[in-house]
């Protein structure tokens, strides 16, 4: 079985590199390489003519009916404010990218104490909810609905009941303060140094910032007081008072934990050796 997933593996490689000759966009040598990382998604490094290119592919399409070719555009619209790699290539079937290689120091290997990984997190969460781009808003009821489906849950109490409690708080602060959020603010995906980029901005959209802080800490599975020092040190760079910050953050926990649990859920239906 193993052999054979591997072989499958090598399969789609081939047809990406395919795909990409054919674009006549990167020349007629090109070869990739694995880069370790992500939960479900694929990295890869392309090299191409001598050159170094990011590809990334999207395993959770039928769990995420996103807009892709919106989300490049975005994108590209992000590296415009250097705030993102720029996406070079969308596949005709939507199923990856590739983007502009960057030699990069992640927040997450960064030899730095650990208070001051929070703060730089603190620091990119405000800096992402004041850039002025357009971007789609979230309707998390929906997706919530969804994965559980693809779970073949759709139909279980325990589950509907959570989404029941969570979904009142949702429609109230949804559209308050809506901002842009980038969703998986994990360190891995905070560059230190210069350039200062944002990487993996597959779910931004906008949303309530506090969900986006709340997100944050359970990405980054950050203890109670180091949740509280993120929302601490994102008042004081915002101007906001720390109390409200802290009372608008625990109104989203619930539903951050909720997104989070049936987004695993979902995901744990996609095989670990797609490519």
């Not at 959020?181 to 994990?186: K, Q, V, W």
Request: hydrophobic share 40%; glycine share 4%; with cysteine.
């Amino acid at each position: 079985m193993r052999g054979f997933l591997h072989r499958g593996g090598r399969v789609k490689q081939q047809k990406i590199i395919d795909e990409l000759i054919a674009s006549q966009q990167f020349g007629k040598h090109i070869s990739l390489q694995p880069i370790q990382g992500g939960t479900v998604n694929r990295s890869y490094q392309l090299v191409a003519q001598e050159h170094r290119y990011f590809l990334k592919t999207f395993e959770l399409n039928h769990i995420a009916p996103t807009d892709r070719q919106a989300l490049f555009l975005h994108q590209q619209q992000l590296a415009d404010f250097h705030k993102a790699a720029r996406p070079l290539y969308l596949s005709k079937g939507h199923d990856f990218q590739v983007e502009t290689w960057t030699a990069h120091t992640s927040l997450k290997t960064a030899q730095i104490e650990y208070d001051e990984k929070i703060k730089a997190l603190a620091q990119t969460l405000n800096e992402v909810h004041q850039l002025p781009t357009m971007a789609v808003s979230i309707d998390l009821p929906k997706d919530w609905l969804l994965y559980l489906d693809i779970a073949g849950l759709g139909d279980d109490k325990d589950w509907l009941d959570r989404i029941a409690r969570c979904k009142p708080d949702w429609i109230d602060t949804h559209k308050v303060d809506q901002v842009l959020c980038h969703n998986d603010l994990a360190m891995e995906h905070v560059a230190v140094g210069k350039p200062s980029l944002v990487f993996d901005w597959e779910y931004a959209a906008l949303g309530n910032r506090f969900f986006d802080i709340a997100s944050c800490a359970l990405i980054n599975k950050l203890d109670a007081h180091q949740t509280l020092y993120l929302q601490q040190q994102y008042a004081h760079i915002s101007g906001l008072e720390e109390s409200y910050v802290f009372e608008q953050c625990q109104k989203q926990f619930p539903i951050v934990t909720l997104t989070n649990d049936l987004w695993y859920l979902a995901a744990s239906t996609v095989g670990k050796d797609i490519v």
